[in-house]
């Protein structure tokens, strides 16, 4: 395995990559920090332990938070201030009621300032703005692969702009 994008032939909008360990994981998340901006909403999917919060740890080190990155499992969300800039790190693994949603207010989270990060999306789908960014890690024996799809024009801008950092 590597961790070198693989551009799916298909469409200049989807990345792939291929990880050995963790610590490609956090790379990887760094890596995409330089290109996400304000205003994006990331959809993680993946099974328990595939490493959803390792990437969201990665892409908030890019960003330059220097401090413990925690799972919002039980919290829903927690909210990260880097410079003027807000990320929400959400988390449905343990959502069960639509009214939670309105009642927290994260509507409002998702606006044109904010970054925000969805571990587990299917569990709240109905309720959430459509993704820019849909990413799909799948567990193999031996690491993890990880799909980047450009869901909306900003999504796709970002990949595109990901592909020309790669390609200088």
Known sequence: MHNTPYTDPESAHNLTFYLDDEMSMLDLGNRMANFLRPGLTLFLYGNLGAG??????????GLG????VKSPTYNLVEIYKIS???LYHFDFYRFNDPLEWEEAGFREYFNPASICIVEWPEK?????PMADLQITIKIHDKGRSIEIRGRTELGKQCLQQWNNQEIS
Do not use: S
């Not at 938070?65 to 413990?68: E, I, P, T």
């Open 52 to 61: 959803k919060t390792t990437l969201a740890r990665g892409i908030l080190h």
């Open 65 to 68: 938070y220097r401090h413990v």
């Open 84 to 86: 003027r800039l807000y």
């Open 124 to 128: 709240a789908e109905d309720l959430l």
